[in-house]
Structures are given as C-alpha cells and as structure tokens.
C-alpha cells in the first residue's frame, strides 16, 4: 500500500514537473513577445521623430513661401496653390501621425495585458513551488515512518529467527532422548 502512495506521488510530481516546464517556456514566450513589443515601440518612436523632423522642415518651407510671397507679389496665385499642397500633406502626416499613435496605444494595452498575465504565471509558479515543497515534506516524512516499520520489522524476524533456532535445537535433543529411549527398550 505505501509503494501505491510512492508511485503516486511521484506521478504527481511528475504532473506538476511537466506543468512547470510548460509554465516557464510559457513565460519565456511572453518575455520574447514583450522584447518584439518594446523593439516596435522604439521604431515608431523613431519614425515620429523622423515626422516631427518633417513637419519642422515643412513649417520652415511654409515660413520661407510667405517671404517670397511678400516680395514676390505677382506670383502670388502659385504661391497660394503651392501652400495648399503643402497643407494637404501635413493633413496626411497628421493622418498618419494619428495612426501611429493610435497603433502606440493598442501596443501599450497590449503590454499591460502581457504584464498581467506574466504577473499571473509568477504567482501560479509560486504555488507550484510551495505544492512541491509540502509533497516533498510529506514524502520524508514517509520515508522516516518506512525506516522505523523497517527497523521493527527487522528487529521482530531476527527474534522469529534466534526463536526457531531454539527450537530446532531442542527438538534435535528430543529426538536423540527417543532414539536412546528407543535403543533402550529394543
């Protein structure tokens, strides 16, 4: 009965083996999936940068059409038209600006997902560390309760033994008392 609790609890620990394995290359698969995140966050914070940097160069395009427009009055229709291109273009920049940002939230909400899930795994990792403690506990203390039954039982066959030594011996006497007795009245 105890070899059936051994086995067990080793298939148990076996179970709880195998979960933890799938938990930390879980874990390890999150981590991996939250460094892409990170990388792609740094790449949209520089394709911002590069847009600011546009904007700013359009801003001062649009400052350098207003001189010429002063100081070239008879041209003034195609610097008009000019400025509306330009308009239309920081629309699109502002467009797509807004599209990255929007893309920036969703990857931030992503990552507040992720870090609550990897929050999750750790406390369910340290449930399982404490689960296989007590079993490893339990399973000493098993082995100190097999240990004693063993010493007894050890102790009981070797007094079994000394008791059927005794009493070969005297039934050999006996015998050689009937075997004399025997001779005796023959």
Same mark, same amino acid.
Request: charge should be negative; hydrophobic fraction near 35%.
């Given at each position: 009965? %105890?070899?059936?609790?051994?086995?067990?609890?080793?298939d148990r620990l076996g179970h709880?083996?195998?979960?933890?394995?799938?938990? *930390?290359?879980?874990?390890?698969?999150?981590?991996?999936?939250?460094?892409?995140?990170?990388?792609?966050?740094? @790449?949209?914070?520089?394709?911002?940068?590069?847009?600011? =940097?546009?904007?700013?160069?359009?801003?001062?395009? #649009?400052?350098?059409?207003?001189?010429?427009?002063?100081?070239?009055?008879?041209?003034?229709?195609?610097?008009?038209?000019? #400025?509306?291109?330009? @308009? @239309?273009?920081q629309a699109h920049i502002k467009?797509?600006?807004?599209?990255?940002?929007?893309?920036? %939230?969703? /990857?931030?909400?992503?990552? !507040?997902?992720t870090d609550a899930a990897l !929050?999750?795994?750790?406390? !369910? *990792?340290? =449930?399982?560390?404490?689960? *296989?403690?007590?079993?490893?506990?339990?399973? !000493? %203390?098993?082995? =100190?309760? &097999?240990?004693?039954?063993?010493?007894?039982?050890?102790?009981? /066959?070797?007094?079994? =033994?000394?008791?059927?030594?005794?009493?070969?011996?005297? &039934?050999? @006497?006996?015998?050689?008392?009937?075997?004399?007795?025997?001779?005796?009245?023959?």
């Amino acid at each position: 009965m %105890s070899e059936e609790i051994l086995l067990q609890l080793f298939d148990r620990l076996g179970h709880i083996e195998n979960t933890l394995h799938l938990l *930390v290359e879980s874990h390890k698969r999150l981590e991996a999936e939250q460094q892409e995140i990170r990388k792609e966050q740094q @790449e949209i914070r520089r394709e911002q940068q590069e847009m600011r =940097k546009e904007q700013q160069e359009i801003r001062r395009e #649009q400052q350098e059409m207003r001189k010429e427009q002063e100081e070239f009055r008879r041209i003034q229709q195609a610097l008009l038209e000019g #400025q509306k291109r330009l @308009e @239309e273009e920081q629309a699109h920049i502002k467009a797509g600006q807004k599209e990255l940002y929007d893309l920036m %939230s969703a /990857l931030l909400h992503r990552q !507040d997902e992720t870090d609550a899930a990897l !929050d999750a795994l750790a406390m !369910d *990792v340290h =449930k399982l560390h404490g689960e *296989v403690s007590s079993i490893h506990q339990r399973l !000493d %203390s098993l082995e =100190k309760k &097999v240990d004693s039954h063993a010493q007894s039982f050890n102790e009981q /066959l070797n007094n079994i =033994k000394l008791d059927i030594t005794f009493l070969s011996n005297k &039934v050999i @006497e006996h015998e050689r008392e009937i075997y004399k007795i025997k001779n005796i009245i023959l």
